[in-house]
Nanobody, 127 residues
Framework: QVQLAESGGGLVQAGGSLRLSCAAT????????MGWFRQAPGKERDVVAG????????YYADSVKGRFTISRDNAKNTVYLQMNSRKPEDTAVYYC????????????????????WGQGTQVTVSS
């Protein structure tokens, strides 16, 4: 089992940058593909980005492609989400998630595929 804790959320002006971190404790971090999701008020939780176990393959939702970057540092048991050129519509609670997998080169995009979730961190973008 793995425990996840997000940090780095807060208030940022439109156009600004913010980096979220998700620290994992428990079993071997490199055994998990990781993902970031977000849930805006009154909306369902949607995928933002995914990354495979090694960091070699990534996925981005169309709404964030070119602005957000997911990365991971297996030595630090941490996955990151660098968010640039923020827009008000990026306001949401951001969650990181982990999926245990034997595949080293596969990312995952669907909420139901993930086994473990963090508590979330609020990100608010002001216009």
């Amino acid at each position: 089992q793995v425990q996840l804790a997000e940090s780095g959320g807060g208030l940022v002006q439109a156009g600004g940058s913010l980096r979220l971190s998700c620290a994992a404790t428990g079993r071997t971090f490199s055994s998990y593909a990781m993902g970031w999701f977000r849930q805006a008020p009154g909306k369902e939780r949607d995928v933002v980005a995914g990354i495979d176990r090694t960091g070699g393959r990534t996925y981005y939702a169309d709404s964030v492609k070119g602005r957000f970057t997911i990365s991971r540092d297996n030595a630090k048991n941490t996955v990151y989400l660098q968010m640039n050129s923020r827009k008000p519509e990026d306001t949401a609670v951001y969650y990181c998630a982990a999926k245990a997998t034997i595949y080293t080169d596969t990312y995952y995009r669907r909420e139901y595929e993930y086994n473990y979730w963090g508590q979330g961190t609020q990100v608010t973008v002001s216009s």
